[in-house]
């Protein structure tokens, strides 16, 4: 494909936002070489509105659809480097907002089963996985905070959105050795991103960083 001299200028401009990004990422604690390539692969444009596409390499979270935000990139990239995937995993993800934390994770597990309280959301995300060939994640519309009992148990479970308190359905559908990340906090202030992990029946909770989320809310939109 030709392109013109202003296209190829606007193409090496985006290049090099990306470049900054990710070094931003390695400067604040990313150093999985496998996650820094997905962060470099995906482009996060896909998942923005057309007035916000020149903000997309900023590490900033940014307004989608309902109210709702795209994760900051940085804390997308920590909290999938403190799931610690393996590729054989299966996940659940509570909160598919744009569909961006969801693609990520395709990229790096064998299933991924995310829940979206938002239909709008839940169905945009669908259709916009399906275009770009992703056939490892389910979407379903729902209340994550029930978690995918039909599913369960999960090795890793993310939760995007704020919760008040440890969710306990969700603690229940991780499996043995599994692991959970969860902002827990309220939403008007800093929140604590917690690891919880599972061991012999028993939990391990670790505090991680601090996080600005939007809430976790119990029911589902239509
Ligand atoms: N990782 C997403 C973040 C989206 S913001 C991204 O980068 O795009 C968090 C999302 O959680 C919102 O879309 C919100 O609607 C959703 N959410 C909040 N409470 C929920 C619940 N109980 N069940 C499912 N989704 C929920």
């Not at 193409?11 to 150093?31: F, Y």
């Not at 020149?54 to 989608?64: C, R, T």
């Not at 306990?168 to 991780?174: A, F, I, K, T």
Request: with cysteine; aromatic share 6%.
């Amino acid at each position: 494909m030709d392109l013109t001299l202003s296209q190829m200028m606007t193409k090496r401009s985006e290049i090099k936002k990306k470049i900054n990004l990710i070094i931003d990422l390695q400067k604040n604690g990313v150093e999985s070489s496998e996650i820094l390539k997905v962060m470099e692969e995906v482009d996060r444009q896909i998942f923005l509105e057309e007035s916000l596409k020149p903000k997309s390499y900023e590490n900033i979270a940014l307004p989608i659809d309902c109210g709702q935000t795209i994760s900051q990139p940085l804390i997308v990239a920590l909290m999938t480097q403190y799931l610690d995937i393996k590729k054989e995993m299966r996940i659940l993800e509570i909160g598919t907002g744009s569909g961006y934390q969801t693609f990520i994770l395709s990229k790096l597990a064998r299933f991924v089963y995310t829940v979206e309280r938002h239909k709008f959301l839940s169905i945009k995300a669908y259709n916009l996985l399906k275009e770009l060939g992703v056939s490892n994640v389910f979407c379903k519309h729902g209340d994550g905070g029930l978690g995918w009992k039909d599913q369960a148990p999960f090795d890793r479970i993310i939760v995007t959105a704020c919760a008040q308190d440890i969710p306990g359905r969700l603690v229940e559908q991780l499996s043995e050795n599994g692991k959970m990340i969860v902002p827990i906090g309220d939403e008007h202030n800093d929140q604590i991103l917690k690891k919880i992990s599972k061991k012999e029946g028993k939990l391990i909770v670790h505090d991680l960083v601090n996080v600005r989320f939007v809430p976790l809310i119990e029911g589902k939109e239509n």
